[in-house]
């Protein structure tokens, strides 16, 4: 007597279910072929060919390869342009024409409008500022100061209460007589600010009425009102935004505490 396929007693698949498989499996390779390609850019300028023939251009990758920008998968196309699918380099560049178009995105006063197609708020903050109006200015074609002045490029870093006084002194300083008190102004100010995202995390947690969940929303929506501000650059009204926000938040706190005591 003839065995039995193993096979013989399981249901013939279907083919819909054969079509829908292969779809899946095309899908699968399409979106694997999308993250190799967006990733051209970085194919070519992370040879480390580059170390002797262009090391200016693999520092570059290099200090891109350690940002928060890798992190948040930001390539070089979102800020320079160019065409990341295609292999070769005048392709991805676009020609000379291309290049130069390339290179305009970073030109020194064309910086916070790239840095601003993600950091939309900050840039509204900024072009309301001195620092921008120096920018722009025609008679004064590279002064500024610009995002990568404070922040560097490639690997960004937010000023906090620690660097924010030696950043501002490359420009605000005894030497230069550019209001040299900038720098520790600058500092103490953070400091209160920072005070502020102290009381408001105490208040967050000790938080427990309808009431202070009101209050919580609206002060965070000031806190990330005085986040956007701050490239304004006009200190005087921070400093008075920030008092108003540190007293309400120390008023909640010491209700918040005269409450529990009860």
């Known amino acids: 007597m003839e065995k039995k396929s193993k096979l013989s007693g399981r249901k013939p698949i279907s083919r819909l279910f ?44 290099k200090e891109w390869s350690g940002s928060i920008h890798k992190q948040e998968d930001v390539t070089c196309s979102d800020c320079h342009g160019g065409n990341p699918d295609v292999s070769s380099k005048k392709a991805a560049h676009g020609g000379a024409k291309g290049t130069r178009k390339m290179m305009k ?21 900024y072009v309301k500022s001195n620092h921008y109006k120096h920018l722009k200015s025609k008679k004064q074609v590279k002064q500024g100061p610009n995002c990568v002045t404070c922040h560097g490029s490639l690997n960004s870093v937010a000023l906090n209460v620690n660097t924010v006084s030696q950043t501002c002194q490359s420009c605000h300083n005894q030497k230069s007589k550019n209001n040299p008190e900038i720098p520790e102004k600058a500092e103490w100010l953070l400091n209160k600010f920072l005070s502020a995202h102290r009381l ?63």
């Open 200 to 262: 408001f995390r105490y208040v967050t947690i000790k938080s427990s009425t309808v009431d202070d969940r009101a209050f919580l929303k609206k002060a965070g929506i000031q806190i990330q009102t005085l986040s956007e501000e701050w490239h304004t650059f006009d200190l005087k009204l921070f400093e008075e935004k920030t008092r108003m926000l540190l007293d309400a938040l120390k008023s909640k706190r010491n209700e918040i505490k005269k409450r529990s005591k009860k």
């Open 18 to 61: 054969v079509l829908f498989l292969a779809c899946v499996i095309c899908g699968i390779f399409a979106a694997g072929n999308s993250v190799v390609a967006r990733e051209g850019c970085i194919d070519c300028h992370s040879n480390t060919d580059l170390i002797v023939t262009n090391k200016k251009l693999f520092d570059y990758f």
């Open 105 to 125: 995105a970073v030109n020194f006063q064309n910086i916070p409008a790239t840095c601003g197609q993600c950091h939309d708020d900050i840039l509204d903050g």
